[in-house]
């Protein structure tokens, strides 16, 4: 499966039924020029539209769902989908990261960039940091690293 074009749909989807969205995770560092091995799709939304979302996920071929993924006493939420290629032999994870009040900064800092000749909503640098400081996992102290580095250049 190719990730961009898995991630193209989704965005498609969101943009013609007006659902906010924001890219985070490997593909937002992506998007700050920084590629990264990722095999899995990242993005905020807003827990009123969840529902919503699933629904729209599942026409796409996301289908198998995992029970909800609580982190740091709740202030990390994941709803994943799997979409499997049974002819292939491939699968790609879709992780809903819900907005809560430990992470509504990071929601509030995204920003709008042209993408594949169209318009992508990522979480900016800076909230990309206050997402990763959640975490902190050694991937994460590089990516920290990093973007922290955009930063200081504006």
Known sequence: MDLLVELANLIKVFDEDEIDYALCGGLALAVYAKP?????????????????IK?????????VHATPM??????????????????????????????????????????TVEWEGGRL??????????????????????DIKYLSGLIDEN
Do not use: C, N
């Not at 629904?55 to 289908?63: H, I, P």
């Not at 907005?99 to 929601?107: F, L, N, Y």
């Open 121 to 142: 909503k990522v979480i900016s640098p800076k909230g990309l940091i206050e997402l990763k400081l959640l975490r902190r996992s050694g991937q994460d102290e590089d």
């Open 55 to 63: 629904q729209k996920a599942e026409k796409l071929g996301f289908t």
């Open 70 to 111: 609580k982190f740091k006493g709740g202030a990390v939420q994941i709803h994943r989908m799997t979409k499997f290629d049974d002819e292939l032999g491939e699968y790609l994870s879709l992780d809903l990261l819900i907005v809560t009040p430990e992470t509504r900064s990071s929601w509030d800092s995204r920003i």
């Open 36 to 52: 990264r091995a990722t095999l899995d799709i990242d993005i905020m939304v807003q827990p009123d539209y969840l529902d919503e």
